[in-house]
């Protein structure tokens, strides 16, 4: 059991020593302008080790702009969970709906937030809620796909247990339908998660707002490479826990 401990904490250390050797040869050779690690951490510091500093609205500190990207996803996410879930289920209980709807979802579904950010500029007009608009639509996708084929996948032994004991819709679905499709749920929830995130970047890229992803478009527009390695760090770090996070959730309910 230590040994398993140890070498889940060790081979990822060599992990990150080899992409940094990595990293550093070929910032030595391939492409001088990208910065190697030393250089990066130099000229990025300051935002690492004061994470909450304001000169400006764009020159904060790492974890303040992280702040405000993570709010805009909060408000998105949970716009896309509210939307999500219930057409989820009712893809899944009602063949009127699913076929009604869904070749309209399986149109929408593809559709880049590229596309989807201009559009809500012009609805909007103004940059925050055309984003929040954006990472709802887009991240809503997987909930209401897990969600209909979770319902959709519940044992017909349930439902006939339900239907002979004469239960109200209601109660079969509070009691039988809702925990027995669950994990199905919180596997569209750990998925939307992840894209809402991928869309918030994509937003603030465009919009210029602040937050990690408009940063990064700034930085790049300024050519300080050091500071967009940043970002990208940034952006997986908190992704990363942002999945490990939902991971932990859906195996609870997998196992209750």
């Given at each position: 059991?230590?040994?398993?401990?140890?070498?889940r904490?060790?081979?990822?250390?060599?992990?990150?020593a080899l992409?940094?050797?990595?990293?550093?040869?070929?910032?030595?050779?391939?492409?001088?302008?990208l910065?190697?690690?030393?250089?990066?951490?130099?000229?990025?510091?300051?935002y690492?080790l004061e994470?909450?500093?304001k000169?400006?609205?764009?020159n904060?500190?790492?974890?303040?702009?992280?702040?405000?990207s993570?709010?805009?996803?909060?408000?998105?996410?949970?716009?896309?969970?509210?939307?999500?879930?219930p057409?989820?289920?009712?893809?899944?209980?009602s063949?009127?709906?699913?076929?009604?709807?869904?070749?309209?979802?399986?149109?929408?579904?593809?559709?880049?937030?590229?596309?989807?950010l201009?559009?809500?500029?012009?609805?909007?007009?103004?940059s925050?809620?055309?984003?929040?608009f954006?990472?709802a639509?887009?991240?809503?996708?997987?909930t209401?796909i897990n969600?209909?084929v979770?319902?959709?996948?519940?044992?017909?032994?349930?439902?006939?247990?339900g239907?002979?004991?004469?239960?109200?819709?209601?109660?079969?679905?509070?009691?039988?339908?809702?925990?027995?499709?669950?994990?199905?749920?919180?596997?569209g929830?750990r998925?939307?998660?992840g894209?809402?995130?991928?869309?918030?970047?994509a937003?603030?890229?465009?919009?210029?707002?602040?937050?990690v992803?408009?940063?990064?478009?700034q930085?790049y527009?300024?050519?300080?490479?050091?500071?967009i390695?940043?970002s990208?760090v940034?952006?997986g770090?908190?992704?990363?826990?942002?999945d490990r996070?939902?991971?932990?959730?859906?195996?609870r309910?997998?196992i209750?």
């Open positions: 059991m230590t040994s398993s401990r140890a070498s904490l060790v081979l990822p250390l060599l992990g990150v992409v940094l050797v990595v990293w550093t040869a070929i910032s030595q050779t391939v492409a001088p302008d910065p190697s690690p030393a250089k990066t951490w130099t000229e990025s510091r300051r690492v994470p909450f500093f000169d400006g609205e764009m904060q500190g790492i974890l303040r702009l992280a702040f405000y993570l709010v805009r996803v909060a408000k998105g996410y949970a716009l896309a969970l509210a939307i999500g879930t057409v989820g289920f009712l893809l899944g209980l063949r009127t709906f699913r076929e009604a709807f869904d070749p309209i979802i399986q149109f929408l579904r593809p559709i880049s937030p590229l596309a989807w201009p559009l809500g500029l012009v609805i909007f007009r103004q925050e809620p055309a984003a929040i954006t990472i639509l887009c991240a809503m996708w997987p209401v969600t209909a979770g319902v959709r996948s519940i044992s017909q032994d349930y439902l006939n247990v239907r002979v004991l004469r239960l109200p819709r209601r109660t079969m679905l509070a009691k039988i339908i809702v925990p027995a499709s669950l994990p199905y749920v919180f596997t929830y998925l939307s998660l894209l809402a995130w991928l869309v918030i970047v937003s603030e890229m465009l919009t210029g707002a602040p937050g992803g408009g940063f990064l478009w930085e527009n300024s050519l300080v490479y050091s500071h390695i940043l990208v940034t952006i770090a908190i992704g990363f826990l942002l996070l939902m991971g932990a959730v859906e195996q309910f997998k209750v």
